[in-house]
């Protein structure tokens, strides 16, 4: 099995990163392959960032969308995710969905613990689209932006662990979803100081592909997915 | 007042009638002015085409936006609206939000007639994001392309007025949204051979606009939407 | 256009001032006349007031809706809108209401301010009705007589605006509606301490009303709404 | 225990009828007035019935209410239920609330039918304020007046019973709630025709009545339910 | 009339307090029987409890259902109630659902105050499947084990207090469902405390069972609950 | 990784059948092991089926629950499903939940074919416990026992195809569920005559199991789920 995972951002220091620790979470027999986008955002953290990174993401999903067997865009604002599944009848997930989906088998009610201040807006928003409002008990942004959280790693566990804590105490929730991607280095280290289980999204969405392909799952195209015209589009290459 | 109405679509000849049609819509006083992308889909009919009319869309709010008093986004999937709100703090609306809204006011529930098969899921998407599913009875596509609305006038008013119909019939409908802006032309031949009230949407972003600028009333910034790092896109002029 | 406003109270005091203010805010070419109920109750902050109201509400509607093309119940609780939508056959809405559309389009939730400890139940059946329950944040009342907010003005404002910052920090607020078409006179005040929109329904039910009368827009009968039997009525002129 | 039944309209011909049908239904022990408002409507069809009906069945709850232990407001409407429980600390129910409660345990989903083209939308009113949409299977009116009901009462049982087997078949209801007050005198024989339960509405909101006066429970004022000034209201006696 | 309540728990010191409870509150010729489950759990604290409860209740529900009009599980679990509906075409009610739908004609949000920390996430299950999420106000574990409820009721009873005045103060609660049935023998001295409506759910299960078969009403076979087939079971008498 | 299977019928002849079908779909590495109760239904049709299984699920999950890294309850019912999660911290579900939460990146709505009339109401409690009403399109019952699915396979995918078809036509389904286990031999012919993905149960759950485990995810004890007492068990070995 290939899974191609698209970092729908600039930023190079990610790539050799996320390739190793992806690699060690896939399968026995399960290639991945991390690329990057070259036009658009270095991070994701607002809709402008998701917006600008759109046309790139479907670019490298028709480009190489077709060899592999399934396809992880690599950010927690799932983005494009919808139009790439029109691009290519193969697997395609984002780490919100599947974290969502994933947490819904683990307990009652899931907070999601983000970077900004946007963070409780934005997810409402994603568990609409997704259908599990009921089951969100709150979502939390700690003010530490995506290309800081590896330099002051301390701080940043801290300041998610509190966060968190929050969640679970006053919120009710029983499952912890990191909100962003960029937190995978942190994920050991904060699950360590709580008691509830903790999912990193970018693993969990690398997992769920596969269990989609090992099942013969896919979306199929005709109602909420149709093939695109692609020559419609003007001034991209 | 002045609006600015961005057509996310290269397409040019809807630019002049566009204009002409919400300029006899605008209230004395208000001047519209009607640009279109130069890069991007001829039309939007798939999440494919809304994403690589994203980048575009949020050049011209960022140029042109802080002339305007306010910016519709003159097409049904309201692309890119969440993050033009971002880049200026001016109001900023879309045809199917401002629809729906106003579809509350009329009838119990409404439908949204539209052009294609992935109509009812695009809709359930814009009724989960916007709020108010418990209001939708139906969205029904009517399977003719937006770029043909036109050529063959009277088999899509009559394709329209039978789905419309159904909805009223079947699904309850009390208020029919019209699911693309293309279908302005159409709206007054609809409406005659209907008994319930027509929602034209991109009349209805307008005057929405014009509302809210009047009323004083803006989204601002630091919740939903922050103030967006313009310099960390990378590769777009 | 011309735009009737009814004030679902008897009291005098109030008609000229509104009058005043509902005309600054009509655009040029629409006349406003606000009248007053002439039996019922002075002020309407309980189910008790709102259904003394509603008599005298559909008279006037009956006996003047007709050369009016729209009509406002200029009252929060939104009395007898739907019955008198029943009445005439042209533009009925109430400030609740409308209050609550605009909201939809300014930020991810809105809390209401009101009057009295049983905002937030009324409020929940304001947001049921119109199925908006996703998008409310919180509605707290402030414990002050509508018929004193004016009396002790700063005191009110203290009051509201201690209230507002409390849903925006609390609760997640992103709008403010003011939940009570007495506070239009403090609207002003109000908005220069808080940095979210405020939206003040007297004036919000009046642009509405504009705005559906200009897009030819109505409710019509034979659903929601049936042509009641006027004479079926005993007792009442 | 004295049970004080309104019937909101000024039809005298019901007031034995109903007494007599619902001091059968009543316990042993209960005691049961029917009263009837002097002014206002002769049947509730539309919103502008339920208005008209309201100040004279707050006249009554107030005149005579003190007396009762428990007071039923005799209509599908359940007009003026809500400020009724405002002028008098005594329980006070209506049969839509009622029959929606009962219906909860008997089956999946109910279906309501009723007299007319609006009790689709009128009833999704109902299920949203009473917080069980997603017990509601649908909603089905017969189109024959309440005045009309008994006079060719063949026929009226006849089209329930055709539009009760539509809800079961085709909306999947497994229990069918009687949408109006006067098809009491019709439930038996649309029982015999029917292989779910049926809920006689008018019935139901008297033993529910009988039930909470039982148990000890009513309704507090203080939050949702203010004690009103009454002193306020002008022009009413 | 005659009620089976059985105590879905072998402990048999409950079996006649409970009887003389039930019957105190049963109508004038409604004859109540208190039975017990021979193998099971003590109590019902967890789902495992509930889980070991389930096939000795449908063996008393088979063994003694037919002889009764009305079968009460008398455990706020509700446990094996649907299971027991298919086993008999009699009544079955549970405390849970009767109190909840009682609780909706008591005030606009309710809630529960239980024995343990799986308080809130059991509720949550409970009301999603009876459909009233949005009248839930919050439920509250006290921690306190149902065997003990009664050994220090002094504590039990300010606990329970403690815990309902902050659903009160901080949720917007204007009912209180206690949510143990090992609670009604608390249930008075808890109301002298509170200002609100208190439901004690055994009281409630019995009054609403009466009330049912008042009515003559009872689920029927065929959709949600099917005749099953009993020689299907194997290994128990 | 070793996954224990646990058929929560008596049926001896689906255990053979079942451990090699999983072990088929079971990833390299990971040992399936498949045990069947000994006491309680030989198939799950129905609410009292589900009850009688509940014991010997429980008491195989403590016997054998704590050799596996994870546990699956192979019934599309999710029998003790929550219960087994309080007796081991071990990764425990079922095939319903999990179906729906794969269906849920599939496709816009979900469709469960069932064996029963029952079908859909149970269907309905499940998608509300789960918390994604918004996704369900519909739920169909072929009215084939489960026990003669095998018996004439021709005839049961002939049923299961047209059910399935007319919920993607007519309900909209984009993702059809297979609402039974015993399905899984049916479901590669079912696949071939559908044009949209096929969930088997069974298959997804095994999968979502060694998901949760290779991701390090396990709901944990202190909320939903609390440590039972066993020895409050009384009359079960």
Redesign the interface.
Known sequence: MRILVINPV?TREWLEKDQEYLRG?A???TSVDVVRI??????I????????A??E??RLVRQEGEEADAIVINCFADP?V??A???VEKVV?GPA??SM??A??????FSVIST???S???V??QV????????LASAIGVDIPVLELEKDSTKAVDEIVRAAQEAIDRD?A?VIVLGCTGMACLAQKI?QRL???V??PA??AL??A???V???????R?????V??FD?????R
Chains 1, 2, 3, 4, 5, 6 share one sequence.
């Open positions: 600039t979470i399968d026995y027999g070259e036009r658009g955002p270095k991070s953290e607002t809709f402008y960032d998701a917006t600008y759109g046309p993401i479907l494009a919808d139009a599944r029109e691009v997930v969905e599947t989906s994933v819904l088998h683990l307990g009652s009610k900004f201040a946007n409780a807006p934005w409402r928003l609409a689209k997704f259908g599990v409002e009921s089951r009710g029983e699950r008691t509830v289980p999912i990193e693993a969990t997992k769920m596969e269990l989609l090992k099942l013969g799952l896919c979306h199929t005709g109602r909420s997915y149709l695109p015209s419609k589009i003007e001034g991209y």
